[in-house]
């Protein structure tokens, strides 16, 4: 009799934000719902499940939600205008590192090639009789591990390379991508990249929380002296002095007056300038 009446397939609920975070008061994962009103309208929240005891916290309707992540990702933009600025500055810093790394590549190569060498003269002139043992002796280990700290320092080069440049790329590519998403209604791939640029995504009375990287706590930190999106940049960013300093240089694009970093701070360390 049940073969002859299969259970209806439920239609699958469709909740963005469903164990998108946790609460901030309990710790307990926040799920989802529908509720209908009197007129037949459907209204998603979101809340607490109360799986780790007594909490308060109530409701939040989904557009509350997403409206509160839409403004988050706002300030943590960057318009055009210094996105495609930043990524030609770094396409050039990842050019001169490609560059200084082939030349010290070549220079780490031929040292191993010279200490292997003088090794091998050493094993020559030892079974010649040219040399006593002891000192063979001593003059091999000391060549071995010349030998081997070379190795190893190409090694770490190798393991080195570029990691710094691909990082700043995709912060980059990320504020590019938050100007995108904060005027979309897409509502998975808002919660997708807000996932990943995000920790400790949390709600609490009705609020959502989500930490970011420092460069975008400074972004966030410095909005109100940048532009939108849709807009053009400002003639005076209102950077402090120090703040210019510790960026990197940049052009007079835009109207702006131009700076370079000292040459005594390394380059690894520098970050593109917020113009």
């Keep these: 009799a049940k073969k002859s009446r299969p259970r209806v397939q439920k239609v699958p609920n469709h909740f963005p934000f469903a164990q998108f975070a946790r609460c901030g008061e309990c710790g307990s994962m926040i799920t989802a719902q529908y509720a209908t009103n ?3 309208t459907k209204y998603t929240y979101y809340r607490c499940t109360k799986k780790r005891g007594t909490c308060s916290q109530s409701y939040i309707q989904e557009k509350d939600l997403v409206s509160q992540i839409l403004i988050r990702l706002q300030t943590i933009s960057l318009c055009d205008a210094y996105t495609d600025w ?3 500055q770094v396409a050039e810093w990842e050019r001169e590192k490609i560059s200084a790394s082939q030349s010290e590549v070549q220079n780490l190569t031929n040292k191993i090639k010279a200490s292997e060498a003088r090794l091998e003269n050493l094993v020559s002139a030892y079974l ?3 040399i006593p043992k002891e000192i063979y002796l001593k003059k091999k280990d000391e060549a071995m591990r010349a030998t081997a700290v070379l190795k190893a320092k190409m090694k770490d080069f190798e393991r080195g390379g570029n990691n710094w440049v691909e990082p700043l790329r995709e912060w980059v590519l990320d504020t590019k ?4 998403l904060s005027s979309s209604a897409d509502l998975k791939e808002i919660r997708s990249f807000v996932q990943k640029i995000g920790t400790n995504h949390t709600v609490r ?7 970011v990287p420092v460069p975008s706590q400074f972004v966030a930190k410095r909005r109100r002296f940048l532009p939108s999106a849709a807009a053009l940049p400002p003639c005076h960013s209102g950077f402090s002095e120090r703040e210019v300093q510790f960026c990197g240089h940049y052009t007079k694009k835009f109207g702006l007056i131009s700076s370079r970093t000292p040459t005594d701070v390394p380059r690894a360390k520098r970050v593109v300038a917020l113009t």
Excluded: I, V
Aim: net charge negative.
């Design 128 to 130: 010649d009789g040219d």
């Design 38 to 40: 009197r007129f037949g």
């Design 177 to 180: 991508q938050a100007t995108f």
């Design 86 to 88: 930043m990524l030609e």
């Design 205 to 211: 009375d009705k609020t959502a929380h989500f930490s």
